[in-house]
């Protein structure tokens, strides 16, 4: 049995959280340069409109980094799962496209969700330019996943400094040389800053690669094939599906309810700051895959490590939510005005043990994974969504309340029953050696 230390955790798990740290900034910076361009209320809630879709047209390789750091062992498990790749990469790409043909957009966007006219516009624009996305997402994914097998978790963290790097200078770069909407100042900057982390990737993942392309097979007949590969990974897909309808849905409601333009505006900028924090959780997942052991043995250090990793972080929002760091964020650094910074406080508050949650989400997640029982994560998903799609209604009609709080609520009690729901899958996955896949 490998030895496992909590400082050997923290070191492997180290440069993931960093990470996801760093594309956690992103929102929020992305979000301050929006607000201090023209017309930042319309293009907030633009921008916010094209990024819940363009993550949603992403759902069917989100979780590629996941599947190549469970499969990929040898040539052939490279070979297979790269083809894997690229194939979900087209599927998503076409989504996106669909999206843009004209009278989907208006019938989705106008007609569904109602959007204000100098939204939609603005929104058509910027989801234009998250075109390349899908793809350079699904492949930068495939190559992390190889390298935290691999044990290289800082060539992950140094991808995504260059990636952030790239973003940020677009984004200044296009304000002040350009006169663009601020919605597509975003998405452009988004969308370039991921590009460049795909060919960085690609670069730094040649020793990963080579070392596997030599690599022949312990047993040439337990290699998975494209059939194993997609009934391993259709339920992960499920899960990203299902889990990425929420902001189109939340974006749905927010519309509907109390105080549309300004719940819509305010949205993208508290899930930035709650993502600021619950990306520590959500780095956790592919460490802990990669770190249990074949058969979950070492679940208990990893459990351990989970439970102070997550009060920790629900600790530190509720740092901010609850002192004056909260007018620091939303007034100084994010750039709203007091109006908008005054519908960000409660919900803020409200999410305070959400990221405990979705750290404890990650470690189930990460214990099914290794089990090979992926079908339980799709399904605690779907639990979730349907939480979320009860809660609002509830307080966002029933109770009249402004649409940016109704839709925090829900997400935290949506959040709730997923992980409880995966309670007793888990419990039986421990309960006995991980199968063969």
């Known amino acids: 049995m490998t030895t496992r230390t909590y400082r050997s955790v923290l070191a492997f798990w180290l440069p993931l959280a960093a990470t996801w740290l760093m594309m956690s900034v992103e929102g929020p910076i992305l ?13 907030l809630a633009a921008y916010g409109v094209a990024f819940a879709f363009a993550i949603l047209v992403e759902a069917p ?8 750091t469970a499969l ?27 999206m843009l043909v004209p009278p989907v957009y208006d019938l989705v966007m106008r007609g569904l969700i109602g959007l204000p006219d100098e939204v939609a516009t603005i929104t058509y624009g910027a989801l234009w330019i998250f075109l390349p996305w899908p793809a350079a997402i699904g492949y930068r994914r495939f190559l992390q996943g190889l390298l935290i097998r691999a044990d290289r978790t800082r060539l992950v963290a140094a991808g995504t400094v260059i990636r952030l790097a790239a973003m940020v200078v677009t984004a200044l770069a296009l304000a002040v040389a350009a006169d663009l909407p601020g919605a597509w100042v975003g998405s452009a900057a988004l ?25 022949p097979p312990d047993d040439p007949d337990a290699v998975p094939g494209y059939r194993d590969i997609s009934h391993f990974y259709l339920p992960l897909a499920l899960t990203s599906l299902i889990g990425l309808t929420v902001q189109p849905m939340l974006t749905f409601f927010m519309g509907r309810a109390p105080a549309p333009l300004e719940s819509l505006a305010v ?3 508290v899930h930035a700051l ?37 009060l920790a972080t629900s600790g530190a929002l509720g740092l901010v939510a609850f002192t004056p760091l909260s007018r620091l964020w939303f ?36 214990i099914l994974v290794q089990g090979r029982r992926t079908g339980p994560i799709s399904g605690a998903t779907t639990v979730e969504v ?21 839709a925090f609520i829900a997400f935290l009690g949506g959040r709730l029953a997923g992980n409880l729901y995966l309670l007793r899958p888990v419990r039986e996955v421990l309960a006995r050696p991980a199968p063969s896949l």
């Open 267 to 269: 949205f993208p900028v």
């Open 191 to 215: 969308s370039v800053g991921v590009v460049v982390e795909a060919v960085a990737a690609r670069l730094m993942a040649r020793e990963t690669l080579a070392e596997l392309t030599d690599t």
């Open 31 to 43: 979000a301050a340069v929006i607000a201090r361009l023209a017309d930042p209320t319309y293009n």
């Open 386 to 406: 349907i939480g979320i799609a009860i809660l609002f209604p509830l307080f966002g009609f029933g109770l009249g309340w402004t649409g940016v709080t109704a």
């Open 274 to 310: 709650s993502f600021v924090f619950r990306s520590f959780g959500l780095s956790y997942q592919e460490a802990a895959i990669a770190l249990l052991g074949r058969h979950n043995e070492h679940v208990a250090m990893m459990g351990r490590f989970a439970l102070v990793l997550g």
């Open 72 to 98: 990929v062992e040898d040539a052939p498990s490279l070979q297979r799962m790269r083809r894997f790749t690229w194939a979900l990469n087209g599927i998503a790409t076409v989504l996106l496209l669909l």
């Open 331 to 366: 007034e100084v650094l994010s750039g709203l005005s007091p109006e908008l910074a005054a519908y960000a406080v409660w919900p803020t508050r409200l999410l305070v043990p959400l990221p405990a949650l979705s750290v404890l989400l990650s470690l189930q997640r990460a």
């Open 61 to 68: 390789v989100i979780m590629l980094m996941s599947a190549s």
